[in-house]
């Protein structure tokens, strides 16, 4: 069975600086999406960033951008000019060709002013 | 669009009770979704549906009921519930192809119930 981890349960960073969130996943499957979603308080989970398996290319959204390491299994998700509005629980997602998707526990992001 | 809505967005029970959750969604999406969200434990996958009148299990499936008769509809059941059922719960849906085919589509969550059984 795929199985996501987060290994960072609490993460902090400040207003302006850039912060690393980490993800691993295990599966055997060489077809298959990962995601980040964020939580904030609202507890509406909200997608920041998706990247497909069979691109080596990082995948890039305005200030988030990923390092996917397909074969470390590994798909840390990166934080620039870390905004206040981005304190919330992110969560790492894997999706294979079977549809079900796989969470990992989260990391609770806290942004100092 | 509206979406995927749920409601209740808050519900108390006692043990042993019934209830239904309601999820819908207006995007002629073909999957839908239920996920609960334990703290500490991410979202967990209960039940899933590719398409109406086909539903299957997903990591968490005992304790809970659903069916599929309109595309629109995936509502959630707890026949008898238990204190361990307290928990958030999520519903989503995307477009979604069965048979193997990965679908690149966007998932949408609906908004979360909130429930507590005592």
């Known amino acids: 069975a795929q199985t996501v981890t987060q290994s960072q349960p609490e993460m902090s960073v400040q207003e302006a600086e850039t912060v690393t969130l980490s993800c691993t996943y295990d599966?055997?499957?060489?077809?298959?999406?990962l995601f980040w979603y964020k939580q904030p308080p609202s507890r509406q989970m909200i997608l920041v960033i998706r990247?497909?398996?069979?691109?080596?290319q990082n995948a890039t959204e305005n200030r988030f951008s990923v390092n996917f390491q397909k074969a470390a299994k590994s798909f840390s998700l990166k934080i620039s000019d870390s905004q206040l509005g981005d304190a919330a629980m992110y969560f790492c997602?894997?999706?294979?060709?079977?549809?079900?998707?796989?969470f990992g526990a989260g990391t609770r992001l806290t942004v100092k002013p | 669009n509206a979406g995927v809505t749920q409601t209740p967005k808050f519900q108390v029970l006692k043990t042993g009770q019934s209830m239904t959750l309601q999820c819908a969604q207006d995007?002629?999406?073909?999957?839908m979704s239920w996920y609960r969200q334990d703290p500490g434990m991410g979202l967990r996958l209960i039940h899933y549906?590719?398409?109406?009148?086909?539903?299957d299990q997903g990591e968490v499936p005992n304790g809970y009921n659903v069916s599929r008769s309109t595309t629109e509809d995936f509502p959630l059941r707890l026949l008898s519930a238990a204190p361990s059922q307290t928990s958030v719960y999520f519903c989503?849906?995307?477009?979604?192809?069965?048979?193997?085919?990965?679908?690149?589509?966007?998932?949408?969550f609906g908004p979360g119930t909130r429930l507590t059984v005592l």
């Open positions: 989503a849906s995307r477009k979604g192809l069965a048979g193997g085919v990965l679908s690149r589509d966007t998932q949408y």
């Open positions: 599966t055997s499957e060489s077809d298959y999406y």
């Open positions: 990247q497909e398996a069979y691109k080596q």
């Open positions: 997602a894997y999706r294979s060709a079977h549809n079900d998707m796989r």
């Open positions: 995007m002629n999406h073909e999957y």
């Open positions: 549906s590719v398409g109406a009148g086909i539903t």
